[in-house]
């Protein structure tokens, strides 16, 4: 198999969505999509970046990594991932999630 097939088969992205704690009389929706894998071990990670949706007149941003691959029945994995915003506002949120799982392609054939 080529490096470049194999390459792309090691490549995945999970989407995350969620709310935020609710502070300040209001909550915020966390959308997005984590980065490439970052090996580590015999594991990965991905890293999250991104903003919030605005409400109350304002919006948070935040950045944070995941936790290592949490593998799932039928050849998935998840993970888990917390991080706290960016203040706005006069306040911050926090959220906690599991990214949404993908199947592993890690053939190596």
């Known amino acids: 198999m080529s490096s470049e097939k194999q390459d792309c088969q090691n490549y995945h992205v999970h989407e995350h969505t969620g709310l935020t704690t609710c502070n300040d009389g209001h909550c ?5 999509v984590t980065s490439i894998p970052i090996q580590h071990g015999s594991s990965h990670y991905h890293e999250i970046v991104g903003a919030t949706t605005y409400q109350d007149g ?3 941003v935040y950045r944070t990594n995941t936790g290592l691959a949490t593998p799932l029945p039928g050849g998935y ?5 917390s991080f706290k915003t960016s203040l706005a506002d006069g306040h911050i949120h ?16």
Do not use: E, K, S
Request: charged share 10%; no cysteine; hydrophobic share 40%.
């Open 58 to 60: 304002h919006f948070h």
């Open 94 to 109: 926090n959220a906690v999630l599991y990214v949404m799982a993908v199947q592993d392609n890690y053939r190596m054939d």
């Open 77 to 81: 994995h998840t993970h888990y991932a």
């Open 28 to 32: 915020h929706i966390h959308p997005g």
